[in-house]
């Protein structure tokens, strides 16, 4: 039972993920419903996401969307980000980390249902260490809870390193690869899962992910705008089914 969960889970997260992000933000209390220990949770959920980095990345290479400089650049501070990010959720109490949690998911709906105003832009692309900081950021939160950290690290290429929503996901696959590897050795090593349901999460994702990325290659910036809308009107509706229930 927990391995065809924990497969079909993963490939929806790889799917939704790979186009918009934000697919943790309803897996890991999914997860956390079907009694899964915390920081098992984010350790799967983290295996998740490497899925998703591999699996997209052929796609989103072969559209020549991937500014690789920038992403060689990103990848340092979200890798440091990420490192103290999964060190710290793993050196806190179960209960606290419960807490922690919540909140990573109040504040993923909150940005997802956040209004995305940046339009398609065809300015130069820039460079900007005030983004690289909230960079580090992103690589923390990603680190440490990996709820709707894609979605943050797009909105953060786009608003200040004036990249199309398109060209900032081609890049935040590419350089995401080195955070979501570091933080899941940190949290598979902090925690208790089996080797198997993660090896299940990884090729489920990474399929998941190999059809998402085609389908944002395919359609373009404005399909990846719909689908960060339309993961918020989701995560609205689960709100307020929740506070119905």
């Known amino acids: 039972m ?3 969960f924990i497969s079909l889970l993963g490939l929806v997260m790889g799917i939704v993920t790979s186009i918009s992000g934000g ?3 309803f897996a890991v209390p999914t997860m ?3 009694g899964i220990p915390p920081i098992n949770v984010l350790a799967l959920n983290r295996t998740s996401d490497v899925g998703v ?4 990345l052929k796609n989103y290479h072969r559209s020549k969307n991937i500014q690789w400089r920038l992403g060689l650049i990103a990848a340092l501070p979200m890798g440091v980000g990420s490192f103290l990010g999964s060190n710290f959720v793993v050196n806190i109490s179960e209960r606290f980390l419960n807490y922690i949690i ?3 998911v109040v504040v993923g709906i909150f940005f997802l249902l956040k209004p995305i105003k940046p339009s398609e832009n065809s300015e130069k692309k820039s460079f900007s260490v005030l983004g690289l900081f909230f960079l580090l950021l992103v690589g923390f939160w990603s680190g440490a809870l990996g709820m709707a950290g894609a979605t943050f690290a797009v909105l953060v290429l786009v608003y200040f390193f004036k ?3 398109l060209e900032a996901r081609s890049t935040h696959i590419a350089a995401a690869i080195p955070e979501t590897l ?3 050795a940190v949290l598979y090593l902090g925690s208790t899962v089996s080797i198997i349901l993660m090896l299940v999460m990884f ?3 990474f399929v998941g992910a190999w059809i998402g990325s085609h389908l944002a290659v395919k359609h373009g910036s404005s399909f990846i705008k719909r689908a960060m809308v339309g993961i918020a009107i989701i995560m609205m509706i689960k709100v307020v089914v929740n506070l119905l229930a």
Do not use: E, H, K
């Open 163 to 165: 990249l199309s929503f």
């Open 2 to 4: 927990d391995l065809l």
């Open 53 to 56: 980095v591999l699996g997209a």
């Open 102 to 104: 919540l909140l990573g």
């Open 23 to 25: 697919a943790g933000v």
């Open 182 to 184: 570091i933080s899941t």
């Open 203 to 205: 090729i489920s994702s």
């Open 32 to 34: 956390l419903a079907f």
